[in-house]
Nanobody, 125 residues
């Protein structure tokens, strides 16, 4: 499966962006999907995840209340609506898929089998 993340860009603090992750090659409706981010000089970190039916979501504390993850299985696409952006949100954002969400919430990198190439989000102060 190929994942294509898009929607990144430069935005002022307090602004909003909507990221998209389009999948091709295989339907993703059976898997949990997630967003991760990697700031310069830092490790890749979990941002948000959504289960296959979109009934369950989970967020990192740092983005809770500001970011919203969603998905459209008919379009094989996942989204991340980011509001009230702050400079510390500056990072390359990666989408991921292929996770299962049963007993444990998939928040680790190795919970996911497939990764997109990343899209850069820069928040200016």
């Amino acid at each position: 499966v190929q994942l294509q993340a898009s929607g990144g860009g430069l935005v002022q603090a307090g602004g909003s962006l909507r990221l998209s992750c389009a999948a091709s090659g295989r339907t993703l409706s059976s898997y949990a999907m997630g967003w991760f981010r990697q700031a310069p000089g830092k490790e890749r970190e979990f941002v948000a995840t959504i289960n296959w039916s979109a009934k369950n979501t989970y967020y990192a504390d740092s983005v809770k209340g500001r970011f919203t993850i969603s998905r459209d299985n008919a379009k094989n696409t996942m989204y991340l609506q980011m509001n009230s952006l702050a400079p510390e949100d500056t990072a390359v954002y990666y989408c991921a898929s292929g996770a299962t969400w049963t007993y444990f919430t998939p928040i680790r990198l190795n919970d996911y089998a497939d990764w997109g190439q990343g899209t850069l989000v820069t928040v200016s102060s």
